[in-house]
């Protein structure tokens, strides 16, 4: 598995590739928590590329749902293949958290919430590669 | 079709895809076989690290039976189990995993919900987690 970050226009995005299981979620876990603790907590989640995720997977996102929606902000899912969006429909979790088809779709809910909650756009840099 | 497998959860993916490949010429429709390497590897994965704390000299062997109409997958030694906590992981709603923030319990969730028969047993003092799932 390899995750890429970027953060653009202030939201973080995650692409994520490969393979999401309970070997690979500790690395995924971490990002998040970095992520919450410098309050960064709108995420983008770029699922283009990712193959398989387990219930490992799913929990990192779980685990820190609430805390992501008590800072304001929120998960967006884009671009999942039939596979992997099937295990979070069996969970029952598709109605629960935002999965959309395309990255435009997900850049169009920030915007929306960004515009509700009267935000100005601020632009932050860099990018890290987890191997 | 038997596998055995060191019990550490670095082989799952190599695991995964032996399973696809096995799978490949069943029969099986793609969404099928997706299904059920899930079932298998969070069985899997539950054994490793809860039944086995992901002590790597051991192992976990996989024993899978499969027919047209249906396929039985044997996994053991999965260590110790309790069954009063296994109900309470399956049947917690996930407004409540969510509310507590755990990172496991959806394992079970899944297996339960692919699988039409999970059934959970000792033998020769060994512990096994036996699933089957009916086709047609």
Redesign the interface.
């Given at each position: 598995m390899e995750i890429l970050i970027e953060t653009v226009s202030n939201i973080l995005h995650i692409h994520i590739s490969g393979e999401l299981d309970a070997n690979s979620s500790i690395e995924l876990d971490e990002v998040i928590k970095k992520a919450i603790a410098e309050r960064r907590t709108r995420i983008m989640i770029d699922c283009h590329a990712l193959r398989y995720i387990s219930s490992a997977g799913v929990g990192v996102f779980l685990s820190h749902l609430d805390d992501i929606k008590n800072l304001g902000g929120r998960f967006v899912f884009y671009s999942m293949s039939a596979g992997v969006f099937s295990i979070f429909e069996i969970l029952g979790l598709h109605s629960m958290i935002d999965i959309v088809k395309e990255h435009a779709e997900a850049q169009k809910i920030f915007d929306e919430s960004e515009s509700d909650n009267g935000m100005q756009h601020t632009r932050a840099g860099g990018d890290t590669r987890i191997p | 079709m038997n596998l055995t497998t060191v019990c550490n959860?670095?082989a799952?993916?190599e695991i995964?895809a032996f399973l696809n490949r096995y799978f490949k010429d069943t029969g099986l429709t793609?969404?099928e076989v997706?299904?059920l390497i899930?079932a298998i590897?969070?069985a899997i994965?539950n054994a490793?690290?809860h039944g086995n704390q992901s002590d790597a000299t051991k192992s976990i062997s996989m024993d899978i039976d499969f027919s047209e109409k249906r396929i039985v997958i044997e996994i053991g030694d999965i260590g110790l189990f309790d069954e009063s906590l296994r109900k309470e992981k399956v049947s917690k709603e996930?407004k409540d995993?969510?509310?507590e923030?755990?990172?496991?319990?959806?394992?079970l969730?899944?297996i339960y919900?692919?699988m039409d028969i999970v059934t959970f047993y000792t033998k020769d003092g060994k512990s096994y987690c036996m699933m089957v799932k009916l086709f047609g």
């Open positions: - | 959860t670095r799952q993916e995964r793609e969404p997706n299904q899930l590897d969070e994965a490793i690290i996930l995993i969510i509310k923030k755990q990172k496991g319990g959806l394992g969730k899944l919900s692919i």
